[in-house]
C-alpha cells in the first residue's frame, strides 16, 4: 500500500465498508486492515465476488497486522447486506449492532457500495433500484446502527 504514513492508525478502531467487492470499497477495507483496525465489517450482497473479496483481503493480514505483540490481529467478517432490500439492510444493519458491541462501538461506516447505468425498475419495496441502492438504503443503514457510532464516540472520548 503506497503512502501508509498518510493515514493514522486504526488500533482499536471498527469500521464497516459497503461495497467491497471492488474498487474503492475494497481499497478502503484493505487500508482498515493495514493499519490495523480491530474489527473490519465487509457489507456486501451475498455472491461469489464477496466470497473472494473476503478471500483476498484475508492476505493483508499475513502483511504485518498484528505482528506487535501489543496489536492484536484484525478481525475480518462478511455481513450480507443487498442494499435493493430494505429487510436486507435492517437485518445486516443488527448484524452490525450486535459484532461491535463487544469492540466498544462503531468508529466507521464506510457507505461506498452503488449502482449507476441500470434499468429503471422497482425494487420489492417499490423504490426505483438505483434511488434506493446508492441513497435510501445507505440512509437507512446508517439511522440503524448510529447508536454504535455515537457509543463509540462516547467512549473513545471523539
Known amino acids: 500500500m503506497e503512502n501508509e504514513d498518510l493515514l493514522p492508525s486504526l ?5 464497516a465498508v459497503t461495497g467491497t467487492t471492488t474498487g474503492l470499497g475494497h481499497a478502503l ?3 482498515a486492515i493495514v493499519k490495523n483496525a ?14 473472494r473479496s473476503e478471500k483476498d ?14 496489536t492484536p490481529k484484525t478481525v475480518i467478517k462478511t455481513i450480507d447486506c443487498d ?3 430494505f429487510d436486507s ?9 450486535q459484532e461491535v458491541k463487544s469492540y466498544g462501538g462503531l468508529d466507521v461506516l464506510c457507505l461506498n457500495a452503488g449502482i449507476m ?18 441513497q435510501l438504503s445507505h440512509f437507512l ?3 440503524l446502527v448510529y447508536p454504535s457510532v455515537k457509543d463509540a464516540a462516547e467512549k473513545r472520548g471523539e
Open 11 to 15: 488500533i482499536g478502531k471498527n469500521v
Open 38 to 51: 480491530a474489527l473490519v465489517l465487509l457489507l456486501n450482497r451475498k455472491s461469489e465476488r464477496s466470497e
Open 117 to 134: 447505468a441500470v434499468d429503471d425498475n422497482r425494487t420489492q419495496d417499490g423504490f426505483e433500484v438505483q434511488m434506493q441502492t446508492n
Open 89 to 97: 439492510v435492517k437485518k445486516a444493519a443488527e448484524q452490525i449492532n
Open 29 to 31: 477495507a484493505r487500508c
Open 57 to 70: 483481503l484475508h492476505k493483508y493480514l499475513d502483511n504485518g497486522n498484528g505482528d506487535d505483540a501489543t
Open 83 to 85: 442494499l435493493m432490500s
Open 141 to 143: 443503514l446508517t439511522s
